[in-house]
């Protein structure tokens, strides 16, 4: 089993916590003080696997010797690997599949409040680790993973305080990936260093709506709906998902999916609306504009109450799809929805 790192909390004056003695060898980490009112996103910048396991388990050490719950979602891969170095106290720790649970970005903020609702209840303390970016990303889900790390830090600010580390392969992913890292997280740890990131947006810039453009398809079908053709619209989509070769089940999900989205455009967008549906090589795209304006950022990644009579289709949608795309112009919005097919069709 591999040794975790001796870790001693130390209150400051003002209420804040120091780590301190922690240190191999001739290599003394530099930490930051940590307050405990304040939600602490950090990015772990890290090269290959023995940077990810030192980075990640120093971490974990961190929350065991606190008693801190814990909850890492990585890889199946890391997942095994982190079992294998933590013996006996990977029990203490949760683990998920961020490949099953983040396939659909939006779907990982409302893991972490059932996490923190939970283990976190009476102001218990508690922390995370989630690799939601890894290299294999499409460019569209990579461009919503990096609007996932910036929501964080609006849907967790000013809840009670726990921390969430966000690991990322220096060795794998491009720069501009870990730059953008860096404008996400407040908080930055490479090798024994901690530092606060002098390049993040504030949260009123990470809350903005987000307006950038989609790239447009090369051949698309088009049509209009308002009210009276929403039954009409839903058997379109039903019955291209199937030609495509969705099958019977996915195919009623998009076209379920794009049922609440255009009814939502009636609703909320004016009356009316435009459906664009397409393929790409492994997937069924569908696409709703209408010219209602979304500034929720939230929108979507929060699960409705009960008793809330409205905001259940955006989250139904991300439910269904494997992803979702929102853009909020001041023209209109934009939501397009990505249903992949079974492997065995991908290349018809």
């Not at 794009?258 to 009814?263: Q, S």
Request: aromatic fraction near 6%; glycine fraction near 10%.
């Amino acid at each position: 089993m591999r040794a975790l790192y001796p870790i001693d909390w130390k209150t400051k004056p003002g209420g804040t916590l120091a780590m301190t003695g922690v240190g191999r060898g001739d290599h003394t980490a530099v930490t930051l003080a940590t307050a405990e009112v304040e939600f602490r996103h950090e990015a772990l910048l890290y090269a290959g696997s023995a940077g990810f396991l030192d980075g990640t388990l120093r971490f974990i050490g961190e929350g065991l010797s606190a008693n801190e719950p814990m909850l890492v979602a990585v890889s199946p891969a890391k997942i095994e690997s982190l079992r294998q170095n933590l013996g006996t106290d990977a029990d203490r720790v949760c683990f998920a599949n961020m490949h099953e649970i983040g396939a659909n970005p939006a779907r990982i903020i409302p893991v972490w409040r059932d996490f923190l609702e939970d283990d976190g209840s009476n102001g218990r303390r508690v922390r995370g680790i989630g690799e939601p970016i890894w290299d294999g990303r499409t460019s569209d889900e990579l461009v919503e993973c990096q609007r996932h790390e910036a929501l964080l830090n609006v849907a967790f600010a000013g809840q009670p305080a726990w921390r969430l580390m966000c690991p990322y392969d220096t060795a794998t992913l491009p720069p501009d990936v870990i730059d953008e890292a860096q404008r996400s997280h407040p908080f930055i740890v490479e090798g024994r260093v901690e530092r606060h990131s002098p390049h993040c947006r504030d949260l009123a810039s990470m809350a903005a709506p987000f307006d950038v453009p989609l790239p447009a398809p090369r051949e698309f079908e088009e049509v209009t709906f308002d009210a009276d053709s929403l039954g009409v619209l839903r058997r379109l989509v039903s019955r291209r998902a199937m030609d495509a070769g969705l099958g019977m089940t996915r195919a009623g999900e998009l076209a379920f999916s794009v049922h609440e989205l255009a009814a939502n455009s009636v609703r909320h967008g004016g009356g009316h609306g435009t459906l664009r549906l397409w393929e790409e090589r492994d997937a069924v795209l569908c696409e709703v504009s209408d010219s209602g304006v979304l500034d929720e950022p939230l929108a979507g990644r929060r699960r409705p109450a009960r008793e809330e009579p409205t905001g259940r289709g955006l989250w139904l949608v991300n439910q269904l799809c494997d992803l979702v795309q929102i853009r909020s112009f001041r023209e209109g919005c934009v939501v397009r929805v990505h249903m992949h097919r079974d492997p065995a069709t991908a290349n018809r």
